[in-house]
């Protein structure tokens, strides 16, 4: 228990410290992983206490720049969205790799396409899955809204599973409030991550977007990179774009955050791609971790 | 905003890394105080997400060593247990002082003495007044804990407001189930910060100690100092130790967490000494931190 490796605490979807959600990403490149337990793994995410964490190590698939572990206080996740940016960033600043235009990061979910542009990193999603809602489900998560739903809600199978559905605008978006104890109680019973509400801003494509997984512990999540991609695989399903169409959101205004993520939808020679990108800010460098 | 300054995130109460009760430590010994924005300090201790985020300043009353100021992801304290003793713990690696006895503490409460002796840090208790509780409240307050309490609870103002009281034995304190909504109403009603529930191991001058602060935004403190502070109070009001008495605290088993707290109340000349203490150590070193 005397090996230290680097740590960063990085900021993700902003440029301003501290205005967007942070992700601690320990640096394992140089560990062999078969060495570290999972409990110490787990262990290292209740302590840092953030929603999560990240253990980069060499990737095992050589299509792949680097290997991610990724653990909220309660569990490991197969994919998300913010520790996927930040996790990125990082690498770049450890690596010293400049100029490089396309990442690819090894996760449980698969092999996950970053590209880097104008300071900006974005992910592509890999899974992205829709499934319809009976109508009994669809009442209660209604239910949990203070505002009217104006969609149908969805199932936005993402890695994490999101419920999605729009209501009237950004406004009633960033005002309405939550019964979090009936969301609690619907999405343990359907088995799902919880909700990602929007609403459009009127005289632009951007949306006000809000997050919320009580039941895994997160009651609200400041800026929510795999909700940002259910949101984008919602408009697809609900406007039926067909052609390439992008748009910006804004989170986190009700918890003091400013989060801007730009996400894309592109559609190219018969397949539809969904891209969520935005800037990142290393807020803790050069730290030692102790393993 | 492109300053930095040096970062430590410390385990406080244990030696083993992630056993104990985090502190993230931001040293702004460098900077002007004055330039620096309240909302700035409250900002970084929502976004490191820890139940306190300490910031290191020059004293200002000249018989300290340092200046702490100590946040909460809420608001501002005037003081805070395993936070002094991290920020300490920070201080002196920080300064490099070795071969210290004695270090002072210049807070919110006042001038806080911390004692360095076998590897060990204690503070001493600047406020450790006790208030008897209305039958109501503790009636209310009796019905938050799932196990009888077998002494009357008191109101313990060590900075924090704890209310204390204490149950059967070690297991029964382990074992024992609380009502999270019923306590922070009733905290809320009483402007306290919550409870201390503490057993005692049936052979041994140690007991197991839980503490609860729903109200507060943290609903079970892994390891917590003032929660001992008033622990160490209370057991002088029941129990009217005429000597010096020695005892040990367990904490945190509950939440994965192994704390370890040595607690003495010392009778000299008169006057009554409350001092807790127990091992630090630095999990994140040599950060540095944007601000």
Redesign the interface.
């Known amino acids: 228990?005397s090996r230290?490796v680097p740590?960063k605490q990085v900021?993700v979807f902003t440029s301003?410290?501290?205005?967007g959600n942070?992700v601690a990403i320990v640096n394992c490149w140089d560990l062999d992983e078969s060495t570290i337990e999972q409990s110490?793994l787990q262990?290292?995410a209740?302590?840092?206490?953030?929603?999560e964490t990240t253990f980069l190590f060499k990737p095992t698939n050589e299509k792949c720049d680097y290997k991610v572990r990724i653990f909220t206080p309660k569990a490991e996740l197969e994919f998300a969205g913010h520790p996927t940016l930040g996790t990125c960033h990082a690498y770049l600043e450890f690596s010293g790799r400049k100029n490089v235009e396309k990442i690819y990061q090894e996760c449980a979910l698969g092999a996950v396409e970053l590209t880097i542009k104008d300071k900006k990193l974005s992910f592509k999603g890999v899974k992205t899955d829709v499934v319809s809602i009976s109508s009994d489900l669809t009442q209660e998560y209604t239910k949990c809204v203070t505002a009217p739903l104006v969609t149908e809600p969805i199932l936005a199978e993402v890695g994490p599973h999101w419920v999605v559905a729009l209501v009237e605008d950004n406004k009633t978006c960033f005002d309405m409030e939550i019964d979090y104890e009936l969301m609690t109680k619907v999405a343990a019973k359907h088995g799902t991550t919880g909700m990602i509400i929007a609403g459009k801003f009127p005289d632009s494509e951007k949306y006000e977007m809000r997050a919320f997984a009580p039941a895994a512990g997160v009651v609200e999540d400041p800026v929510c990179g795999s909700g940002a991609l259910a949101l984008a695989r919602y408009l697809q399903e609900v406007k039926k774009f067909d052609s390439s169409y992008e748009f910006e959101i804004s989170q986190g205004g009700r918890l003091?955050r400013q989060g801007e993520i730009k996400a894309a939808i592109t559609h190219s020679e018969g397949s539809i791609g969904y891209h969520i990108g935005g800037q990142c800010?290393?807020?803790?460098?050069?730290?030692?971790?102790?393993?």
């Open positions: 228990m230290t740590f900021d301003t410290p501290y205005k942070p110490t262990s290292i209740v302590w840092t206490n953030l929603s003091g800010i290393s807020v803790v460098n050069n730290g030692e971790f102790l393993i």
